[in-house]
Structures are given as C-alpha cells and as structure tokens.
T-cell receptor, first 111, second 112 residues
Framework: QKEVEQNSGPLSVPEGAIASLNCTYS??????FFWYRQYSGKSPELIMS????GDKEDGRFTAQLNKASQYVSLLIRDSQPSDSATYLCAVNNDGGFKTIFGAGTRLFVKA | DVKVTQSSRYLVKRTGEKVFLECVQDMDHENMFWYRQDPGLGLRLIYFSYDVKMKEKGDIPEGYSVSREKKERFSLILESASTNQTSMYLC???????????FGSGTRLTVV
C-alpha cells in the first residue's frame, strides 16, 4: 500500500466549476499536510498547508482534513485554465525531516 | 524574493562520470533535501540534511552522496553516473517543523 495515494487523473473540469482533489494517507501519526501545485516542466510550489481537522481557506483554495478517515482534500473554486497543473499531496509525520509525496493528480480546466 | 537556486537547469553527462549538482538557498533554512522525480514514481527522497555537516539517507540513497559544508549550500554527488540516474533532480529547503518546502527550479539530468 502506498503511503500517500492520489488519483492520477486527469481530472477535467469546465472553467468556473469547483475542482475537488483527494488524497489518502496510511500513517495515523501524520501531523502535517500540504498541497503543492506543479506546472508542466516546473518545480512544485506550496499552495496550502493544514494541521488540524476541518477546513482551511485561502482565496479560491480550501484544504480539508479528516484525520479519523486519513483523508485530505483540496477544493478549487471558480477554476481557471491557469489552474491546470499537477497537484501533489504531501504528508509529514516526523516533525519536518521527511515528507512523503503522493504521485499527483493532473487537473485540466477547460475554457 | 526568497529563493532556492540550482546551478544547472539541464545537464548531459556520460556514463561513469562523477556529477555534482549544487543547490543554494538564501532563506537561512536549517533543513535541505534532494529529491528525484520520475514519471509514475513521483518524488523520491535521496538525502536530507538538518544542519551543517549533517546528512541522513532518504529512501533511495544508493549511488549518491551529499555534502553540506555551509548552511546555505547542499550538494548532491553522483559518484559514477549511470543511465538509470537520468531524472529530474529537485532541491528543497525548509525550517524545522515549518510550513512545507521551497523547491528549486530543478535540474534535468540525462546520462548517456
């Protein structure tokens, strides 16, 4: 079983819709959770971090964490073509020294 | 603008060469990391360092070594490059227990 699992996609949504990206993790001791965006040919860029159960909103992005279900999600409201990228879920369980990355979900936003 | 800078964007090396990949950060971060990223395999941790002259093996250290002589610089060394080390190499840095990593722009290494 992979430690951090994501649907590879591609996930295709129309412009203006809500894109929902999901991630599950295996280690119940995980403490920190991150979403990175990676454009084709570029390096990952941190867009959201979340540490406690519930929702965390930042502009059009909302991260959701459910530790009981070992589930993290990212919602992108009012999706734009510029949101088309691969989104990496990342989980840390040892205080910052080692972060486990999922393989990523490719998102396409159609104009 | 804070940065993690990797010395080369593209490199082509021959099998058996010793290869040095350099990474410099200007954020005074304690932690630095080297990952490789391959299609279908995601990001895999090669080595990390949490202090000057300290290094720890990641998940795939075989064939690699690292050096951290100064806080801002973390070097990845391929002792004898092989074709299966053709990959995108990403350097990252962070504060301990902090809000995620800052990545460099990556080095795409091709070993022929």
């Amino acid at each position: 079983q992979k430690e951090v699992e994501q649907n590879s996609g591609p996930l295709s949504v129309p412009e203006g819709a809500i894109a929902s990206l999901n991630c599950t993790y295996s280690d119940r001791g995980s403490q920190s959770f991150f979403w990175y965006r990676q454009y084709s040919g570029k390096s990952p860029e941190l867009i959201m971090s979340i540490y406690s159960n519930g929702d965390k909103e930042d502009g059009r992005f909302t991260a959701q964490l459910n530790k009981a279900s070992q589930y993290v999600s990212l919602l992108i409201r009012d999706s734009q073509p510029s949101d088309s990228a691969t989104y990496l879920c990342a989980v840390n369980n040892d205080g910052g020294f080692k972060t486990i990355f999922g393989a990523g979900t490719r998102l396409f936003v159609k104009a | 603008d804070v940065k993690v800078t990797q010395s080369s964007r593209y490199l082509v090396k021959r099998t058996g060469e010793k290869v040095f990949l350099e990474c410099v950060q200007d954020m005074d971060h304690e932690n630095m990391f080297w990952y490789r990223q391959d299609p279908g395999l995601g990001l895999r941790l090669i080595y990390f360092s949490y202090d000057v002259k300290m290094k720890e093996k990641g998940d795939i250290p075989e064939g690699y070594s690292v050096s951290r002589e100064k806080k801002e610089r973390f070097s990845l060394i391929l002792e004898s490059a092989s074709t299966n080390q053709t990959s995108m190499y990403l350097c990252a840095s962070s504060f301990p227990r902090a809000d995620g990593y800052t990545f460099g722009s990556g080095t795409r290494l091709t070993v022929v």
